[in-house]
């Protein structure tokens, strides 16, 4: 049903009834008080249903009377109506009427009335003298109306501006959002590949179920815990798990929730939700993404500050100190971004614990996997070993999203199981991106050959680099070719040596496209960003440049005060001569990770040429075949394979590329 006054709405300390309850009387009266000026100005009368009227003029209601045709005659102020003795007949239409009505004459005539009575004509009048109430109330009547309107105004804008205070009052209020012990939605058994961090955990939860077994022998509850890790590594997960294994309340915000516009706002927020909690200890807060407030505190600097969110902070270090020693309050907050955070809020007792969830290794994947595959029909080929095998690297958030798109490539094929060449076509698309319209540029398709054939060759040629898993033409995401590498285990620390190897791969394809293609083009882009990023990690964060020996100076994520050069505001912490020996040690590394790729492609390159003649045939290859390849090319033996395609003028025209097509057919067919 319609409300014009809205919703109705319990609002804190209030009783949740309507703003007008209570005031059911004005209501009343405001309809008591329409209705009488309704039965006052609207008289109702019961009259039948009129008989059909001939109108007639003066003279012809005269001649009708003396003619004795007139039974009744009804007088008004200016008409006259009534019934015939005999219906009059219409001329012109040649309808009869039995009644009449006539327009009476401006002036009063006086020889009406004798002369409807010598004619026996029983006559009626109207009484248009006006009733005792509407003489009464009628001067009164606008006034009284006017009143009402004034008075129904005033509630509705009273109501209004009540409301709207009660809003305000509002405003400070926390939006955190209450989780009770009836809601478990998630507990620890949803949670895998993260076995340390549900450890730590799992005491967090047993301190506040058995918070007498930690006090009895004078141990103090911990105040707070920090989750840290990178992105999808399952930290609001298992704050999730917490609130469904502690079994107490659990309050969930994100930190985003406490900033406002107004200074003030926030730490009301801050200070609102405090109090909750202590009133439903024991208890359970968490903020999410909490470094948006619990930035380091940078007053009086270049960049300026922010007020509203500094007093956040200020009172969420406040609210942490006032808890009791023991009083069942802990807070869980989750980032990623560790290092920005203010020391205040890390120095112990406040977050007392930092738990950290990294990302998986093999065995934690598998574990993932078997979660997220649960409500998964499987086919009998799907080796989750074998699979968590081939993600190293992948957060839980990314082998969720593995097992979701291998359910919907098995939807489209309309399978009722979910097969491992589902799980490998959607393995592609997460890390290679879709897979695009083949290229049918005859001289592009060559270069991008030669390029991809080198990454796969220097890769092929150094010791310690991951093994080439396959090497491809065929366009993926916005990459032309793609040479991917699949390591065999996780690696949590690279040694000089394999980042240099590894700078060398990545410079294969440009030093490939030199020797072959006798001039470079943009494909390299990506190439030349990464192994760029990759010496200058090495110089300025590793120490691995031998004449600069083992300093720090400083990396992307020192904005905070202390950084080196980072930061706009802040100067570097060293001078120009270190920054111009810093430059020369990048070079100096990139120049020999060039100089290393091109010995080794110059020496072999007809194994070169045989892996981009093969990848021009057939497009893709895999590890077995690339590596009988490069057996068979080095070895001497002779193959049959055919030479790739001299270098001509650009056969970019529509028919080259379709002879091109159709020569690929049977090649096509054969595999």
Not at 55 to 67: G, I, K
Not at 79 to 99: E, H, I, M, R, V
Not at 138 to 147: A, E, F, Q, R, V
Not at 644 to 661: F, G, I, S
């Amino acid at each position: 049903m319609f409300d014009p006054f809205g919703p109705i709405v319990p609002q804190p300390g209030g009783s949740g009834q309507h703003p007008f309850a209570g005031r059911w009387w004005l209501a009343v009266s405001g309809l008591l008080l329409c209705t009488l000026a309704f039965s006052i100005l609207v008289p109702t009368t019961t009259r039948s249903t009129p008989p059909p009227q001939m109108t007639l003029s003066y003279s012809a209601f005269l001649a009708q009377v003396q003619a004795n045709n007139v039974k009744t005659a009804r007088l008004s102020g200016s008409t006259a109506s009534g019934l015939f003795k005999k219906s009059y007949l219409d001329s012109g239409s040649g309808q009869s009427y039995p009644g009449y009505t006539t327009t009476l004459l401006p002036v009063a005539d006086p020889g009406l009335v004798p002369l409807l009575i010598g004619h026996r004509v029983e006559m009626t009048g109207d009484d248009q003298t006006p009733s005792a109430w509407l003489q009464m109330l009628g001067p009164l009547l606008p006034t009284l109306l006017l009143l009402l309107a004034f008075g129904l105004f005033y509630m509705v804008m009273g109501a209004r501006s009540r409301r709207g205070q009660r809003d305000i009052s509002s405003v400070g209020q926390s939006h955190a959002r209450l989780y009770t012990e009836e809601r478990p939605n998630t507990t620890f058994a949803d949670v895998a590949g993260v076995e340390s961090a549900k450890s730590e955990l799992s005491q967090e939860v047993d301190f506040l179920r058995n918070a007498w077994t930690y006090q009895r022998p004078g141990a103090r509850i911990p105040k707070g815990a920090l989750l840290v890790g990178p992105p999808g590594t399952g930290k609001t997960l298992l704050a999730r798990a917490v609130a469904g294994e502690a079994r107490v309340p659990f309050f969930s915000i994100s930190a985003t929730e406490f900033v406002e516009v107004f200074v003030g706002v926030g730490a009301s927020r801050v200070r609102d939700l405090f109090e909750k909690a202590k009133a439903a200890a024991p208890c359970i807060i968490f903020i999410d993404e909490i470094d948006a407030i619990g930035r380091r505190r940078d007053s009086g600097r270049l960049g300026g500050s922010n007020d509203e969110r500094e007093q956040t902070l200020n009172q969420l270090l406040v609210a942490m100190d006032g808890f009791e020693p023991n009083q069942a309050v802990i807070v869980l907050a989750a980032t990623n971004r560790p290092d920005v955070l203010d020391p205040a809020l890390l120095r112990p007792g406040r977050f007392d614990r930092q738990i950290t969830a990294e990302t998986p290794d093999r065995r934690g994947r598998e574990a993932i996997l078997r979660v997220h595959t649960r409500t998964i029909p499987l086919a009998p080929d799907v080796q989750l070993a074998a699979l968590a095998q081939a993600t190293p690297g992948m957060s839980g958030a990314d082998l969720a999203n593995l097992a979701n798109e291998a359910a919907l490539n098995a939807a489209r094929r309309n399978a009722t199981r979910v097969a491992a060449s589902d799980f490998d076509e959607a393995l592609d698309r997460i890390t290679l991106g879709a897979e695009g319209p083949a290229l049918l540029n005859a001289e592009e398709r060559r270069t991008v050959a030669y390029h991809e054939g080198g990454h796969a060759l220097v890769a092929c040629l150094l010791p310690d680099t991951d093994p080439v898993h396959r090497v491809t033409i065929t366009p993926r995401g916005r990459s032309l070719g793609v040479t991917q590498f699949r390591p065999a285990d996780e690696r949590r620390t690279y040694r000089r040596d394999y980042l240099l190897q590894r700078m060398a791969v990545g410079l294969g394809g440009r030093v490939a496209e030199e020797l072959a293609c006798e001039e470079i083009t943009s494909g390299a882009q990506d190439d030349l960003q990464r192994v760029t990023h990759m010496a200058r990690t090495m110089v300025m964060e590793l120490g691995m440049a031998e004449d600069l020996g083992p300093q720090y100076f400083g990396g992307p994520g020192d904005d905070a005060p202390g950084g080196r050069g980072y930061s706009p505001w802040e100067p570097r912490a060293y001078s120009e001569e270190t920054a111009r020996r810093i430059d020369a040690a990048v070079r100096r590394l990139i120049d020999d990770a060039h100089e290393r790729a091109r010995t080794l492609l110059v020496e072999h390159r007809a194994t070169l040429d045989a892996i981009a003649g093969a990848l021009l045939r057939e497009e893709s290859l895999d590890r077995a075949e690339l590596a009988a390849l490069v057996r068979r090319s080095m070895s001497g033996a002779s193959t049959a394979e055919p030479q790739p395609l001299p270098r001509t003028a650009r056969q970019d025209t529509v028919d080259a590329a379709a002879r091109y097509v159709e020569s690929r057919e049977p090649a096509q067919a054969s595999r």
